[in-house]
């Protein structure tokens, strides 16, 4: 009889573990906008505010028109049609929705729905980068965890980040420079020289992604997968790309052309990895972190550097340490207990290298 508890108990536990077995949702915020519109200094607010708060769920990326990062391969009179400052969540069309745009103080709320929603497959992206030809290869890969059906297809988009040129096709119009309580308040309008996140430079091999990739009817544990090739331009800064794929329905029909799910991974790290090999290596524990960090240096000869860790905004919110570093391991403790949650980015630069990691605090 023991036996036969004990099989009945292991038959549960297997099957419930089984059925516990889902993929990790990634949300893909985009947003409409442009420098001349004084009403996106706004939906930028929003996005890194959503972007602080689920700083691994969720991947933003700001389509441009009518100004000097415009990015016309289809995408904007496909989805907004001149709409700005909207968006889209997942591309999904909501209840109530006429199409898949969202007005940006729903953004928030749409968000929070989609990060818990239901997904048949786990999406992930690999890059190499030669950086003599300036070559990205990406490689997104979608293991389904569920059976899924329908014409689903791969994208990637290249995103650039802190654009910080001048001029009128990137000096952001405000309409909130007299605006008292506003983020933007008093920041000029136009802002010189605004720092643009998240921008879209390329979108390959199109709006919909290639047919025949992957077959009209997938099963559970089935895995698919589509390298894509992109020569970054030379005005566009390598140490802030990042590589987003995304698997989506592709049926050019409002509410049929949803995003199931996301990946984005920086160049930098790419660049990292290469530059480890000049004069060590440095890593960070735990990471995600709420209170404290550790962070270890290995290096192959005595350095002078400084270690800054900076926010999203490109802006410096710690020095943590100065001066000359010895060869070998060394560890450095870290608090920040003081600093908001969200996305940082600890970087050791000396006077001819930089390595950058980072770090998710919680």
Known sequence: MKKIILLFFIILVAN???SQTVATKKVVLEQFNGAWNGYCPDSDFIMENILTQYPENVIGISIHS?????????????????DSPVGMIDRKKFAGKSNEIVGRNDWMNYVGEQVTSYTPAEVGVTLNYDSATRTITSTVTAEFIDSASGDMRFVMSVVEDGVTETGPDFDQTNYYNNSPGHPFYGAGNPIIGYNHKHVLRANLPGVYGNAGIIPSTVSAGSVYSETFTYVLPANYDETKISVVGFLAFSVPEVGQREILNADQKLLSEVLSIEKEDLFGSLSISPNPTNNQFTLNLNLKETITADIIMYNQLGQEVKKIASGTFPIG???????????????YYVTTRTRNHSLTKKLVVK
Request: aromatic fraction near 12%; proline fraction near 3%.
């Open 16 to 18: 419930f573990g089984f």
């Open 66 to 82: 009518l100004d000097g990062m415009a990015y016309n391969n289809g995408i904007e009179p496909e989805f907004s049609n001149g």
């Open 329 to 343: 391991n060394q560890a450095i403790q870290v608090s920040v207990e003081n600093l908001s949650k969200g996305v």
